[in-house]
């Protein structure tokens, strides 16, 4: 089963950048569909990125142009680079991992529980003060 573990997370202000990484051991190799969702009190899960075994990348579009979903196999790290933060981007961020698929999107990270081929990280809080 695959095991991920999420870091980075933190506290910061307005405009200001984070990095999150997600240990996916042996794994990062061979996922079909590796990616990052979030999650805020009260709100329901909303996928942010999502990087195939090909490495094309997939952002949803409150996001997009300000992160940057990447992945290093040799290390077996998935990465999110964050930058000018808002307070809106305030969440808890988890990576999730498929091995197999045939469709890998921003919007499908935590859209539905992992299959018995997946797994989700425990999360990492991310907090932006405005």
């Known amino acids: 089963q695959v095991q991920l573990v999420e870091s980075g997370g933190g506290s910061v202000q307005a405009g200001g950048s984070l990095r999150l990484s997600c240990a996916t051991a042996r794994f990062t190799n061979s996922a079909y569909c590796m990616g990052w969702f979030r999650q805020a009190p009260g709100k329901e899960r909303e996928g942010v990125a999502a990087i195939t075994s090909a490495r094309a990348t997939n952002y949803a579009d409150s996001v997009k142009g300000r992160f940057t979903v990447s992945k290093d196999s040799a290390k077996g790290f998935l990465y999110l680079q964050m930058d000018r933060l808002k307070p809106e981007d305030t969440a808890m961020y988890f990576c999730?991992?498929?091995?197999?698929?045939?469709?890998?999107?921003?919007?499908?990270?935590?859209?539905?529980?992992?299959?018995?081929?997946?797994?989700w990280g425990q999360g990492t809080q991310v907090t932006v003060s405005s």
């Open positions: 999730s991992a498929e091995m197999i698929g045939n469709s890998c999107s921003a919007k499908e990270q935590g859209a539905k529980p992992p299959t018995l081929f997946g797994a």
